[in-house]
C-alpha cells in the first residue's frame, strides 16, 4: 500500500490518511466536503466532482432470519464452505455471506453451493484464503492469501522473496517499470502463504499464483516451472527464486 501510495502522489494525487468528511456540501458546479483530520482539526476541500468508495454491505435486512433462528454476525449471514447457514434447506452465497464481497467470489460460492445441493460428485468448499482480490488503478494492485504481517502474526516462520517491475525486460519496454511481485513461503513446508502485486497488467498475473495455492504447489516446484521470455510473468519465478536466494536478474 506504501508503494501505490507513492505511485498516486507522483501523479499529483493527494492522500489523506486516518480522516473522516463529515459533511458534504454541493454547489452549482462544484463539491466541498469537511474532512476531519487525524488532529480533529477540519478541512474544507473543493472539486469539481466527489466519489463515494465506502465499500460494499450485503442487505440482509427484512428477509425474516432472525425468526427463522438464521445465525447472522457483524450485517452478514453466517455460513460454511458452502453456503450452508445453521439452518437446514436455507443458504447464502455473496455479499450477504460476508467478505470478500467480490463477483467472482459470489459467482464461485453461487456454483459449489447449488452443486452441493444437487449432490454433485467432488465438490470442494470455498476456501476464502485463495480468493484473488483486484483493485483496478493505476498502477494496478493484486492478492491473494496471507500478507508478511498477518502470517508473522499467526506465528509461522517464513520466506519473503521481492522482485521489482525495474528489473524485467518487458516491463521497461512496455514503460511500465514500477511495481513488485512478493510471494510468502512457509519455510517448513514450501507452501506459498501469499502473493502480492503493484503494477502493470497484475490483476492478470495473479491468477497464476491462485492456481499455485489451489493445486498446494511448493516453492520447488514453482522454481523449476519454465516461464516464457520477455514476459511480465517471469518476475513470479524471480521472486519465488529471491525468497530463496536464487534470483537471477535482482
Known amino acids: 500500500s506504501k508503494f501505490a501510495q507513492k505511485q498516486f502522489e507522483k501523479q499529483g494525487m493527494k492522500i489523506i490518511l486516518e480522516a473522516k468528511v463529515t459533511k458534504v456540501e ?45 445465525k447472522t454476525e457483524r450485517g452478514c449471514v453466517v455460513v460454511d464452505g458452502y453456503g450452508n447457514t445453521n439452518v437446514p434447506g436455507i443458504y447464502a452465497i455473496g455479499d450477504v455471506a460476508g467478505p470478500p464481497m467480490l463477483a467472482h467470489k459470489a459467482e464461485h460460492e453461487g456454483v459449489v453451493c447449488v452443486e452441493k445441493i444437487a449432490n454433485f460428485p467432488g465438490v470442494h468448499a470455498t476456501d476464502k484464503l485463495k480468493i484473488p482480490g483486484c483493485t483496478y488503478c493505476n498502477p494496478q494492485v493484486a492478492s491473494v492469501g496471507l500478507t508478511e504481517a498477518k502470517a508473522k502474526a499467526e506465528g509461522k516462520d517464513i520466506r519473503v522473496g521481492r522482485f521489482q517491475f525495474a528489473a524485467n525486460g518487458k516491463a521497461i519496454a512496455l514503460g511500465e517499470d514500477q511495481g513488485f511481485v512478493k510471494t510468502i513461503f512457509d519455510k517448513k513446508t514450501g507452501q506459498l502463504l501469499g502473493a502480492h502485486m503493484v503494477g502493470a497488467e497484475v490483476t492478470e498475473l495473479i491468477q497464476g499464483f491462485v492456481v499455485a495455492m489451489n493445486l498446494e504447489t511448493t516453492e520447488e516446484e514453482l522454481m523449476h516451472t519454465i516461464f516464457p521470455h520477455p514476459t511480465l510473468s517471469e518476475m513470479m519465478k524471480e521472486s519465488v527464486l529471491d525468497a530463496y536466494g536464487r534470483a537471477l536478474n535482482a
Open 26 to 70: 454541493k454547489g452549482a458546479n462544484s463539491v466541498t466536503a469537511h474532512v476531519e483530520m487525524k488532529d480533529g482539526k477540519v478541512e474544507k476541500i473543493t472539486a469539481d466532482r466527489m466519489i463515494s468508495a465506502v465499500g460494499v454491505q450485503g442487505n440482509i435486512e427484512n428477509l425474516g432470519l432472525e425468526a427463522l433462528g438464521v
